[in-house]
């Protein structure tokens, strides 16, 4: 919904084919995602970024709703997944670059959807973070829940990724097994240079 379609569809569980899908309408058929560069509420604290999207009526309402233990307790455990429980009370804005991206995943994660879009999550990030966020994906996996992961990094898709999907210029290149994708001479070529 970030950019209109502009032929197909979008079909959701094989049941639901949309033409047209507004932004916010999106977390409705279970599907949330990433930003390459995180997109906060720079102004809220670390809790309050997650405890907007924990409610089921608009950013204004949800501000000022009485968040009850189950709101909070729903933040508590994206939060401690990300490492960001100690830094509840900070503003987004004083968070550094990969704490910035830790919280847009942990707000991700907090909607419980049955799909996630994470568009470059690893880009930028230190090792240690790193971990974090394969351990992430890799739960979300054994929850049963499809991740569809843009990345450039190799070793990564190659840990994480069941199916490789390659574009080049808006096409498909190739599709199947990480191993058996990585290998083939036409995506050697175009994407990895050699």
């Known amino acids: 919904g970030m950019v ?3 032929g197909g569809a979008v079909i959701v569980n094989d049941t639901l084919k949309l033409s047209k899908i507004k932004p916010y309408d999106v977390s409705a058929y279970g599907i949330t995602r990433t930003f390459q560069e995180a997109r906060l509420f720079n102004q809220m604290t670390v809790l309050d970024n997650i405890l907007v999207v924990l409610t089921e009526r608009n950013v204004f309402g949800a501000l000022f709703e009485k968040h009850n233990n189950y709101h909070l307790g729903k933040a508590k455990d994206a939060l401690e997944k990300t490492s960001l429980w100690g830094k509840r009370n900070e503003l987004a804005a004083n968070l550094s670059y990969g704490q910035r991206k830790l919280l847009e995943i942990a ?3 907090s909607t419980q959807a049955e799909m996630y879009l994470l568009d ?3 880009a930028g990030l230190f090792p240690e973070i790193i971990k974090t966020v394969s351990e992430i994906i890799k739960e979300l996996k054994r929850e049963g829940k499809t991740v569809i992961l843009v990345e450039h990094n190799m070793e990564l898709i190659r840990e994480l990724c069941d199916n490789v999907i390659v ?3 808006g096409r498909l290149l190739a599709q199947g097994q990480p191993e058996e994708v990585l290998r083939k001479r036409e995506v050697v070529e175009a994407y990895l240079g050699e």
């Open 120 to 122: 470059e999550p690893f």
């Open 167 to 169: 574009m080049d210029s």
């Open 107 to 109: 707000r991700a994660v």
């Open 4 to 6: 209109g379609l502009d």
